[in-house]
C-alpha cells in the first residue's frame, strides 16, 4: 500500500512516502522553491517523492494531510471569544484567510491532488490526523524501539502544545496533554522574538547564544513567567505575552520585567540578551527534565522518544541523555512539521490500516537521507549547463584531492548522494573544513554563511572514534545531541577573566576549536559507514592524513536560503561564496579554474532568518 503524507500552511511544508510501511521518500518543499520554511502546498516534494518510488499519483492509494483543521479553528475562534474584545484586530486580519482557504482545507487538497490525477476519486483516499498524534508517530514508528514512551513539545497543534505517549507495537496512544496558549514552545519563541530573532527560524541562534551568558534571569522566569509543577506540566503568566490575540510574542510587561523593549534585528548584541538566551535555555532543560522524569515513572524508563519543534533544541537533548532517565533515547531528525507529515503517513498504516509494525535494528530513517538523488551522467550535463568546469575522479582519489584541500584550509562544498530530511545537513548537502583551525569558525560565519560570528559549528566523526573525541554514551547519527570535548583534547585552560560574552571567540579551547563551543560542547554528528559511505570514507582518509577523524559539517547554503537541492544550486552558492572547493558526485571543482561569471552578492535574495 502506498500512503502519501502531507504537511501544509504553516510552516516548513513537506511530503514524504511510505509503501508498506517502509519509509522511501520524504522532503521539504522549500528545497526546491528555495524560500525557507515554505508554507505552500508541497507540489514539488510531492513530484519528488513520486520520483523517487518510480510511481504516479494516480497509485497512491491513501493521502494522509498531519492535522485536523477544524480542531484548529475550533482552537482559533474559542480562544478569540473567550478574550474579546481584546485582540479584535488580529482576528478581522486572520478570519478571512480561515474562511476563504485554511476551513476548507479539504476541498483545497482534494482539488490539488486532482491535478495531479484527474479519475481518482481523492474524498475516498484523504485521512487527517491530529497534529500532535502525526509528531508522535514519526518519532516512535522509526524508531527501534517495540515499546517506548513518546514525549512530543512544540508551539503548538490544534490545541495540543505538550504530549505523553505511549507507543507499544502498532499502538500508539497519547495519554496526557498541555494546551494551548500554556506552550513551552512558544515560550522559548518568546525570547527568541525579544533577543531580536525571528520567530520560528531564530530558535537555533538564541540556543547558539545561551552559552555566552549566565542565567541571571532564570528565577525571575520561573516566578513570573511560567508556574512549573513536579512532572513538569506548566502553565504561563499571560500577561507578560501577546501571542495568544496580539501581533507580537511579548506584552508590555515582558518588556518592563527584563528592563526594555526587544532588540531590534540585526543590532548589536548586549551581555543582557546573552544572558536572557542562558536563563531561557535553562528553564527549558529543567521543564524538559521534569517532562522526561514523569513519562519515566510512567511507563518506565526503558525507552523514550521526542519529536516537535523543541525536540531540536540539542543542548536539552544533551542533558536528558546524561540525566540517565532512560536507558535510550531516539529523536526524530525531523522533528518539526516537516516531520509531521512522515507521521500522518506512519499513523495512516499503522493505526487506520491495521498493519503490524516491525522496528529495525538502528532505526528506519536510513540516516535520514530520504529526498532526491543525481546520476553521475545527470550532474555532469547540469555542471556543463551551468558553465562549471570540473574534472571526474574515482571515489578513493576525490577524497585524498578533498582531503588535501581541507588540511590547507579551503572550505568544501560536499553534494553526494540522496538529499536530507530535516533540519541537519549530515553529509549530503554540506558544506565541510578543518576544524583544527582557529580561524575556521570566524571564516565560515562571515565569508561563507554570511551568518552571525557567534554561531556554533558542528563536528562529523566517524561513528568508531567518537568516544575519544567526545564525551558521548551512544550514537547521534542526526546532530540531535550535544556533548561535552573529552578532557583529553581541551586545550588553553579556564579562560581569562577578561573575556567575557562574544570575546570568548578568541580564547583556544581544544584541539578542534572550529567546532568547540565556548563551553566545551559540541553538536555532535557520528558518521556510520552502512549509512553513508562516502561520507565515511572521506573522513577515514581525512584522519589517515591529519590524524584527526573530525570535520566541520554546516549546511550547504547561505544565511536565509534553504539548504541546496540541485547541482545548480550548489554550483551557484560556490560560486556566490568563499568556497573554494566543490565535490558534486565524482565531479570536483576548483574556485580558480572557474570561467563562469561570480554570483557574488546572490544571498542577497534570501530574506534575512
Given at each position: 500500500m502506498?500512503?502519501?503524507?502531507?504537511?501544509?500552511?504553516?510552516h516548513?511544508?513537506?511530503?514524504?512516502?511510505?509503501?508498506?510501511?517502509?519509509?522511501v521518500?520524504?522532503?521539504?518543499?522549500?528545497?526546491?522553491?528555495?524560500?525557507k520554511h515554505d508554507?505552500?502546498?508541497p507540489?514539488?516534494?510531492i513530484?519528488?517523492?513520486?520520483a523517487?518510488?518510480?510511481?504516479?499519483?494516480?497509485?497512491?492509494?491513501c493521502?494522509a494531510?498531519?492535522?485536523?483543521?477544524?480542531?484548529?479553528?475550533?482552537?482559533?475562534?474559542?480562544t478569540?471569544?473567550?478574550?474579546?474584545?481584546r485582540?479584535?484586530?488580529s482576528?478581522?486580519?486572520?478570519?478571512p484567510v480561515w474562511?476563504?482557504?485554511?476551513?476548507?482545507l479539504?476541498?483545497l487538497i482534494i482539488k490539488?491532488?486532482?491535478?495531479?490525477?484527474?479519475?481518482?476519486?481523492w474524498?475516498?483516499?484523504?485521512?487527517?490526523?491530529?497534529?500532535?498524534?502525526?509528531?508522535?508517530?514519526?518519532?516512535?514508528?522509526?524508531s527501534p524501539f517495540?515499546?517506548?514512551?513518546?514525549?512530543?513539545?512544540d508551539?503548538?497543534?490544534?490545541?495540543?502544545?505538550?504530549s505523553?505517549?505511549?507507543?507499544?507495537?502498532r499502538?500508539?496512544r497519547?495519554a496526557?496533554?498541555?494546551?494551548?496558549?500554556?506552550?513551552?514552545?512558544?515560550?522559548?519563541?518568546?525570547?527568541?522574538?525579544?533577543c531580536?530573532?525571528?520567530?520560528?527560524s531564530?530558535?537555533?541562534k538564541?540556543?547558539g547564544?545561551?552559552?555566552?551568558?549566565?542565567?541571571?534571569?532564570?528565577q525571575?522566569?520561573?516566578?513570573?513567567?511560567?508556574?512549573?509543577?513536579?512532572?513538569?506540566s506548566?502553565r504561563?503568566?499571560?500577561?507578560?505575552?501577546d501571542?495568544?490575540?496580539?501581533?507580537?510574542?511579548?506584552?508590555?510587561?515582558?518588556?518592563?520585567?527584563?528592563?526594555?523593549?526587544?532588540?531590534?534585528?540585526?543590532?548589536p548584541l548586549?551581555?543582557?540578551?546573552?544572558?536572557?538566551a542562558?536563563?531561557?535555555?535553562?528553564?527549558?532543560?529543567?521543564?524538559?527534565?521534569?517532562?522526561?522524569?514523569d513519562?519515566?515513572?510512567?511507563?518506565?524508563?526503558?525507552?523514550?522518544?521526542?519529536?516537535?519543534?523543541?525536540?531540536?533544541?540539542?543542548?536539552?537533548n544533551?542533558?536528558?541523555?546524561?540525566?540517565?532517565?532512560?536507558?535510550?533515547?531516539?529523536?526524530?531528525?525531523?522533528?518539526?512539521?516537516?516531520?509531521?507529515a512522515?507521521?500522518?503517513?506512519?499513523?495512516?498504516?499503522?493505526?487506520?490500516?491495521?498493519?503490524?509494525?516491525?522496528?529495525?535494528?538502528?532505526d528506519?530513517m536510513?540516516g535520514?537521507?530520504?529526498?532526491?538523488?543525481?546520476?553521475?551522467?545527470?550532474?555532469?550535463?547540469?555542471?556543463?549547463?551551468a558553465?562549471a568546469?570540473?574534472?571526474?575522479?574515482?571515489?578513493?582519489?576525490?577524497?585524498?584531492?578533498?582531503?588535501?584541500?581541507l588540511?590547507?584550509?579551503?572550505?568544501?562544498?560536499?553534494?553526494?548522494?540522496?538529499?536530507?530530511?530535516?533540519?541537519?545537513?549530515?553529509?549530503?548537502?554540506?558544506?565541510l573544513a578543518?576544524?583544527?583551525?582557529?580561524?575556521?569558525?570566524?571564516?565560515?560565519?562571515l565569508?561563507?554563511k554570511?551568518?552571525?560570528?557567534?554561531?556554533?559549528?558542528?563536528p562529523a566523526?566517524?561513528?568508531?572514534?567518537?568516544d575519544?573525541?567526545f564525551?558521548?554514551?551512544?550514537?547521534?547519527p542526526?546532530?540531535?545531541?550535544?556533548?561535552?570535548?573529552?578532557?583529553?583534547?581541551?586545550?588553553?585552560?579556564?579562560?581569562?577573566?577578561?573575556?567575557?560574552g562574544?570575546?570568548?571567540?578568541?580564547?583556544?579551547?581544544s584541539?578542534?576549536?572550529?567546532?568547540?563551543?565556548?563551553?566545551?560542547?559540541?553538536?555532535?554528528?557520528t558518521?556510520?559507514?552502512?549509512?553513508?559511505?562516502?561520507?565515511?570514507?572521506?573522513?577515514?582518509e581525512?584522519?589517515?592524513?591529519?590524524?584527526?577523524?573530525v570535520?566541520?559539517?554546516?549546511?550547504?547554503?547561505?544565511?536565509g536560503?534553504?539548504?541546496?537541492?540541485?547541482?545548480?544550486?550548489a554550483?551557484?552558492?560556490?560560486?556566490?561564496?568563499d568556497?573554494?572547493?566543490l565535490?558534486?558526485?565524482?565531479?570536483?571543482?576548483r574556485?580558480?579554474?572557474?570561467?563562469?561569471?561570480?554570483?557574488?552578492?546572490?544571498?542577497?535574495?534570501?530574506?534575512?532568518?
Amino acid at each position: 500500500m502506498r500512503i502519501l503524507g502531507l504537511s501544509a500552511f504553516y510552516h516548513d511544508s513537506a511530503a514524504a512516502l511510505v509503501v508498506d510501511g517502509r519509509i522511501v521518500a520524504a522532503a521539504q518543499e522549500e528545497r526546491f522553491t528555495r524560500r525557507k520554511h515554505d508554507p505552500e502546498w508541497p507540489a514539488r516534494a510531492i513530484d519528488a517523492c513520486l520520483a523517487q518510488a518510480g510511481i504516479s499519483a494516480a497509485q497512491i492509494d491513501c493521502v494522509a494531510f498531519y492535522e485536523k483543521p477544524l480542531l484548529k479553528f475550533e482552537r482559533l475562534l474559542e480562544t478569540y471569544l473567550t478574550l474579546a474584545p481584546r485582540g479584535f484586530g488580529s482576528f478581522a486580519k486572520a478570519m478571512p484567510v480561515w474562511l476563504k482557504e485554511k476551513l476548507f482545507l479539504k476541498p483545497l487538497i482534494i482539488k490539488r491532488l486532482t491535478e495531479l490525477a484527474p479519475d481518482v476519486d481523492w474524498s475516498t483516499r484523504l485521512l487527517f490526523s491530529e497534529h500532535h498524534l502525526s509528531h508522535a508517530a514519526s518519532a516512535f514508528y522509526p524508531s527501534p524501539f517495540e515499546r517506548a514512551a513518546v514525549l512530543t513539545m512544540d508551539g503548538v497543534g490544534e490545541w495540543s502544545t505538550c504530549s505523553l505517549a505511549l507507543g507499544e507495537g502498532r499502538d500508539l496512544r497519547i495519554a496526557r496533554e498541555i494546551h494551548f496558549p500554556h506552550s513551552l514552545g512558544l515560550l522559548y519563541s518568546a525570547f527568541t522574538y525579544y533577543c531580536g530573532f525571528r520567530v520560528n527560524s531564530g530558535e537555533y541562534k538564541l540556543m547558539g547564544l545561551a552559552p555566552y551568558g549566565q542565567p541571571r534571569y532564570a528565577q525571575q522566569i520561573l516566578d513570573n513567567l511560567i508556574d512549573v509543577k513536579a512532572d513538569g506540566s506548566f502553565r504561563l503568566d499571560l500577561r507578560y505575552f501577546d501571542f495568544v490575540v496580539g501581533a507580537t510574542m511579548t506584552s508590555p510587561a515582558f518588556n518592563q520585567l527584563f528592563g526594555g523593549p526587544p532588540r531590534a534585528p540585526e543590532s548589536p548584541l548586549q551581555q543582557r540578551h546573552m544572558d536572557l538566551a542562558a536563563s531561557i535555555q535553562a528553564v527549558t532543560e529543567e521543564v524538559v527534565l521534569r517532562l522526561a522524569a514523569d513519562a519515566a515513572k510512567r511507563y518506565g524508563r526503558q525507552a523514550l522518544c521526542l519529536a516537535g519543534g523543541v525536540a531540536l533544541n540539542c543542548v536539552a537533548n544533551g542533558k536528558l541523555l546524561r540525566a540517565g532517565l532512560f536507558d535510550r533515547l531516539w529523536i526524530q531528525p525531523a522533528a518539526g512539521d516537516a516531520g509531521g507529515a512522515l507521521g500522518a503517513a506512519l499513523a495512516a498504516w499503522h493505526l487506520h490500516q491495521n498493519q503490524p509494525r516491525m522496528p529495525e535494528a538502528g532505526d528506519s530513517m536510513r540516516g535520514s537521507y530520504l529526498g532526491p538523488s543525481f546520476a553521475q551522467d545527470e550532474i555532469e550535463s547540469r555542471l556543463r549547463a551551468a558553465g562549471a568546469v570540473f574534472e571526474v575522479l574515482d571515489e578513493a582519489t576525490l577524497c585524498q584531492q578533498a582531503t588535501t584541500d581541507l588540511i590547507a584550509e579551503r572550505a568544501l562544498g560536499w553534494f553526494q548522494g540522496p538529499m536530507e530530511f530535516g533540519p541537519r545537513a549530515l553529509g549530503g548537502r554540506s558544506i565541510l573544513a578543518d576544524p583544527r583551525s582557529p580561524q575556521m569558525q570566524t571564516t565560515l560565519n562571515l565569508r561563507v554563511k554570511f551568518r552571525e560570528s557567534f554561531r556554533p559549528f558542528a563536528p562529523a566523526v566517524l561513528a568508531e572514534d567518537a568516544d575519544q573525541w567526545f564525551d558521548l554514551d551512544g550514537d547521534s547519527p542526526y546532530m540531535l545531541l550535544v556533548a561535552e570535548v573529552a578532557e583529553a583534547r581541551r586545550r588553553g585552560g579556564k579562560a581569562p577573566d577578561e573575556l567575557s560574552g562574544l570575546d570568548l571567540l578568541k580564547h583556544t579551547r581544544s584541539e578542534i576549536p572550529a567546532v568547540t563551543h565556548v563551553d566545551h560542547s559540541a553538536r555532535v554528528q557520528t558518521v556510520h559507514q552502512h549509512t553513508n559511505p562516502r561520507f565515511h570514507a572521506l573522513l577515514s582518509e581525512f584522519k589517515a592524513q591529519s590524524g584527526c577523524p573530525v570535520l566541520v559539517n554546516t549546511s550547504f547554503n547561505v544565511r536565509g536560503e534553504p539548504i541546496v537541492a540541485t547541482p545548480e544550486d550548489a554550483f551557484r552558492c560556490f560560486m556566490g561564496t568563499d568556497i573554494e572547493r566543490l565535490a558534486v558526485g565524482n565531479c570536483y571543482l576548483r574556485k580558480e579554474a572557474q570561467t563562469a561569471a561570480s554570483s557574488r552578492g546572490y544571498e542577497r535574495a534570501f530574506k534575512l532568518d
